[in-house]
């Protein structure tokens, strides 16, 4: 079965400044990856998923993850954070045989200072 | 109206009250969820359905009872609820559950239960 880990349960960045949101994958095969983010008394909404091909992956909202199959991660990246994008991120892997429903991480709820 | 709707969008209820939840999705897919979230604790998957049948049941109690009467429209009844059942609650679709793994899901914005 697939697991996943968000290491950083918080973050904490400066309006203008870059993000980098670590997601490590436990899983044998190719993995499909998600990342999702969830606004405050809302649902989740797919910022960007990989699946195959290119490992630098562009999403909505100006973020984008690289996939490196060597250390079992995907990480999310944006360049300069917004503070709109103040929110709670999950990172998601589902598998390419077997469970079929996307397992996901615990979340890093990020803060942006002004 | 587009995407997964969900109502209501708050719930407050006691004990010995029964209720439901209604989810629905716009986006002409076959599978549908149940999630449970409760703070600080990951995403729970409760139910899974498609076109219509139940394929998953991650050991819910009993008190929590889902429909599916069809592939555009999810239930989850509740009856004698409990205050660690408080939570949110997300629906969630998806194209198919084709075993691929590669079907993104796609969320409601969940209703949020508060069980007295």
């Known amino acids: 079965a697939q697991s996943v880990t968000q290491p950083d349960i918080h973050i904490t960045v400066s309006e203008g400044a870059s993000l980098e949101l670590r997601c490590n994958y436990s899983y044998g095969a190719t993995p499909y990856l998600f990342w999702y983010v969830q606004s405050p008394g809302q649902g989740l909404q797919l910022l960007l998923k990989y699946f195959s091909g290119d490992t630098l992956v562009q999403g909505i909202k100006g973020f984008e993850a690289e996939f490196k199959r060597s250390q079992s991660s995907f990480n999310l990246r944006k360049p300069s954070v917004h503070w709109s994008d103040a929110a709670e991120y999950f990172c998601a892997v589902g598998a390419s045989g077997g469970s079929y429903i996307p397992t996901f991480g615990r979340g890093t709820s990020l803060i942006v200072h002004p | 109206e587009t995407g997964v709707t969900q109502t209501p969008r708050h719930l407050v209820m006691g004990m010995t009250n029964k209720k439901s939840l209604k989810c629905e999705q716009h986006l002409g897919h076959n599978a549908m969820y149940w999630y449970k979230q409760s703070a600080k604790k990951p995403l729970e998957l409760m139910f899974v359905?498609?076109?219509?049948?139940?394929?998953e049941n991650n050991s819910v109690p009993s008190r929590f009872s889902p429909e599916c009467p069809n592939s555009s429209h999810l239930f989850l009844h509740l009856h004698t609820l409990q205050p660690e059942d408080s939570a949110l609650y997300l629906c969630?679709?998806?194209?198919?559950?084709?075993?691929?793994?590669?079907?993104?899901?796609?969320f409601g914005p969940g209703t949020r239960l508060t069980v007295l």
């Open positions: 359905y498609s076109l219509e049948e139940r394929v």
């Open positions: 969630a679709s998806s194209q198919d559950i084709g075993g691929s793994g590669t079907d993104t899901q796609y």
